[in-house]
């Protein structure tokens, strides 16, 4: 048996007669009752991508394993090869191999190598616990849902440990969230509902809530209908004004549409994009935001036929470059970043990442999270957090007039 990075999600597959499978940067091969196992992964994840190719006979022979470096398919979004890079000396990305006791043994030593060569973003104020809205608000969340919400939690699930370990929860806006709240209120939320002091309202005086503000974010992806749209934060004296289109990524001569849904790719060394990082995360700490939601990131890790860094060649060299300024922008605003829709290398430039996906109220989605859980343990040696995404407890009640009357619903049936 064996398991191994499949695109976005674990493959968990029999080694049989010529049942070739890839798996993308690492993979397990092992004996299902035994755990005696192999593990091999690439440990460099500055320039390729990379894969290990395996065949199996018998059921329990090995007659093809092929660790490639500079790897791209389909299942890595790409729609062309790598491109070239140049120097006196080039080399592919070192692997890691080992044979183990305990194949799960092998992949904790393979993450501990890995940090020994890009050690992990340091964070150290433990796990973010919370709420968000793309659970059950979606395209609807608005002000007064969000402020019940984070009333309803303080008041009426504190008491049994809905919290971190400083006692506070992350009320994370997700998408639409500001096409239906206004700037002056998400800050109303970040720097007077959400803090530890009280504040006046209308006359009355309230007390903060001691919570901390989220906000997503996609800084790699272009959607269809942003094209045309100016790119805040340029137009500047500092920048000239850019499109969107401008920053998209050509992929053999055409602007690339990673996905039906997925959005368009976006050449992460472009100047628009970094002075967009810089102006969103500016203004979201104006706003109190200290939780940043980072989603559709393998938008800016795709092949294309060149990047305005004329030093880029490759994707990873691309993603990497975007990454860095995501995080050091991030660092000017003790901000804590988690991926979402990423891959998991390089894994330097974030505290925490999503190991599943967005998730609702069946037990088929509870086992979808516990398995992305059960088999990704060992990426807590890359990130600080290992984060199992959003899982909705209770579905919206509709007959409910308020959130709150929909919260306090979801929380009876749980105790029925």
Known sequence: RAIGCKGLSRVDFFVTDNNEVTSHEVTAVFDGSSRYGLVAGSIDH???KSAIKVKGKDGNKLTKFHCHSGYTSSSTRDSRSHGKIGGKEIASAR??????????????????????IAPPAEWTKGNPMGWNSWGVMQT????DGVYE???????????????????KTVISLDSYAEDNISGENIKKLGTKIFSNSPYTENGVKQPGTNQTLGHYYGPFIIWEWTLDDKVEGTGTNEIPEYYWQDAALKVNGNIYKVSSNGGYATDPTHPAVKANIEYTLKQWNEWGVK?????FLNNGIIEGDSWYNPEITTGVQAYNYG??????TAKLYDMYIVESISPIFPYQYAHGRRVSCDRFSEIAESEYVLNAISYGWWTDK????NDPDHLVMCKQNNSAKTPKDSAVFCVNQ???
Do not use: Q
């Open 149 to 167: 919400t984070a009333r309803f939690i303080r008041d009426s699930l504190y008491r049994y440990g809905f919290h971190d370990n400083e006692g």
């Open 323 to 328: 990454m860095k300024i995501l995080l050091e």
């Open 414 to 416: 749980g105790r029925k």
């Open 95 to 116: 692997f890691f191999i080992g044979i183990f006791d305990d194949w799960r043994e092998g992949l904790d030593t393979y993450a501990a190598a890995n940090a020994l």
């Open 291 to 295: 939780y940043v939601k980072a989603d």
């Open 140 to 143: 609807k969340v608005n002000y």
């Open 46 to 48: 500055d320039t390729w």
């Open 382 to 385: 890359l990130y600080a957090v």
